[in-house]
């Protein structure tokens, strides 16, 4: 059975002293003072629906793009999730269930319109904890979750009273109010490309992959490419032409300078040498008896 609000509210403990006590309770096994009882702390009235309870965001997630180091969430902060991203999100609330109650953590229908999706998962009787949630942007766009607000939402049912006690023997992260440390056993490192080994490939399959904004990262690429090709071709190139023209002629009137200088200092040269010669030969007719 399902319980409704009616039900959710006599049996959720909401005297916030009585609450903290309660902590030892599951802690210390005492189900005679548990009961039926479920702990939910800090505890909002206006968190309960018709038969649900909303979760809000807590002080701690981790983002699975970069899953070892925790983020630490203050009041009025928030978490940015961007498009098909991933994010482990600890509850504000520390529960607290039962022998005979199991919880199921489900999408609110605000977020499922916002393209995002929470994994559906269940909180055993006997379970006592803040809850550690994941939540997925499906959409093209980022989206933000601020500390203390609204992101899913669970129900409780009533069983039959369980003979097994769930204990941090079987369960290490029982009674966890933080995210603590988290065993991978099937993801990988990533490795980073470096700039110079990129590829136009490498940029085509990111774009079949993720879409939308990596599309226009890479038109910005082929844009930018056209734009400089084009001033290149229009300002830079006629400008390198004329230069170079330029410095054709200077080089060339300056070999021609050289040129002529050279062959006036041989036409002299060689004059000097004709007017010496002749007066040489006058000397001798000049000189006979």
């Known amino acids: 059975m399902i319980l409704s609000d009616k039900d959710l509210r006599n049996q959720i403990i909401q005297d916030p002293q009585v609450a903290k006590q309660a ?78 109650v199991l919880a199921m953590i489900i999408p609110r229908a605000r977020w499922i319109f916002e393209g995002t999706s929470i994994c559906t998962s269940r909180v055993d009787p006997t379970w006592y904890g803040k809850l550690l949630i994941g939540f997925t942007n499906l959409a093209k766009n980022p989206v933000e979750l601020y500390r203390q ?42 490795k980073l490309l470096s700039v110079e080994k990129v590829t136009q490939d490498d940029i085509e399959k990111v774009v079949d992959l993720y879409g939308w904004p990596w599309d226009v990262v890479r038109g910005m690429f082929v844009l930018t ?4 090709t084009e001033y290149v071709e229009k300002e830079i190139a ?5 230069d170079a023209t330029s410095a054709a002629v200077a080089r060339a009137f300056e070999n ?20 010496g010669l002749v007066g040489y030969l006058v000397y001798l007719v000049l000189s006979r008896p």
């Open 23 to 100: 902590k030892d309770w599951w802690k210390n096994g005492e189900w005679d003072k548990i009961e039926n009882k479920i702990l939910i702390d800090p505890f909002k009235t206006l968190a309960i629906g018709t038969c649900t309870y909303d979760l809000s965001v807590g002080e701690e997630y981790r983002s699975l793009r970069d899953p070892r180091t925790p983020k630490q969430l203050k009041e009025g902060e928030s978490i940015r999730v961007g498009p098909s991203e991933s994010v482990l999100i600890l509850s504000e609330e520390y529960i607290g269930l039962p022998k005979n």
């Open 149 to 190: 607000e609204a992101f899913c939402t669970c129900y409780f049912m009533e069983t039959s009273e369980t003979e097994t006690v769930l204990t941090k023997d079987k369960v290490h992260f029982l009674g966890r109010t933080n995210i603590g440390r988290i065993d991978f056993s099937h993801a990988t490192e990533q």
């Open 225 to 228: 490419l056209k734009e400089i």
């Open 238 to 242: 006629p400008a390198i032409v004329e």
């Open 256 to 275: 021609q300078q050289k040129w002529i200088r050279n062959l006036i200092i041989g036409v002299l040269t060689i004059g000097a040498g004709l007017v």
